[in-house]
């Protein structure tokens, strides 16, 4: 069992690494009070398309990757209390 928990382990910290660098990669993703004021469009292509972009791209591989580092963090838990 240790094992499977030390490679459990090396997986997570590698997870922790690329999340980090995907993170720091994402840009800001609101416009804030200044684009309700001047009024923003979301209704033009870019915005329709957004989840085809690179950056559409980086943030469904962020979320996806949180995911897995959560039920990770639940598993490696479980492993060291049993």
Not at 23 to 49: H, P
Not at 60 to 65: E, H, K, S, V
């Amino acid at each position: 069992m240790e094992i499977v928990t030390n490679i459990l382990i090396g997986i997570y910290l590698l997870i922790c690494l690329v999340l980090i660098v995907l993170i720091l990669k994402q840009g800001k993703d609101d416009s804030g009070a200044s684009g309700t004021i001047v009024g923003g469009s979301s209704n033009n292509f870019y915005e329709k398309n957004k989840g085809r972009t690179k950056e559409g791209r980086i943030k469904r591989a962020t979320i996806g990757l949180m995911m897995v580092y959560f039920i990770l963090t639940i598993v490696i838990g479980i492993l060291y209390i049993a």
